[in-house]
């Protein structure tokens, strides 16, 4: 229903005196591990387990999230789930989940596909002939998630 946005998942934090059990720790001292995503498709069935902590540009805004307490989205990455020989950039929105009483236990995310995400956004008819660049933080052809010129058998 909702082209681009391949789910909703948890990935559940841990530390080195806690481990999650088949997950390497990352750089910052904890880690996570995927432990959910729905819906629990071929692609999403590929990230469960992943430490997205292992990876810099994800790391950045999951720990942004954890210390501000606010959503947060990460720069372009190769999404897991990315499975297929065409290749889209993507994206990650997280969101901290604290319990109750303040544990943090983890973070609440949705991994965004760029082409099928904006081509949705941008491809109907009344941004005909419009040329639309959406990049992540710079301008530069590595940031890039969307072009309107680009076609998805060109996805990188």
Known sequence: NYPGILGIGFAEAGSRGRPITGTRESSAG???SIRYLEPLSRRNAAAIGFDM???ATRREAMLRAWTTGLPALSGRVRLVQEVD??????FLLYLPLRDVDGAFRGWI???LRGWDLFGTVFGREEFEGVRIAVYDSVIAPERLLYETDERPDEAR
Do not use: C, F, M, R
């Open 30 to 32: 904890i880690q996570s």
């Open 53 to 55: 902590l292992t990876e």
């Open 85 to 90: 020989a065409v290749k889209q950039p993507g």
């Open 109 to 111: 995310y949705s991994p």
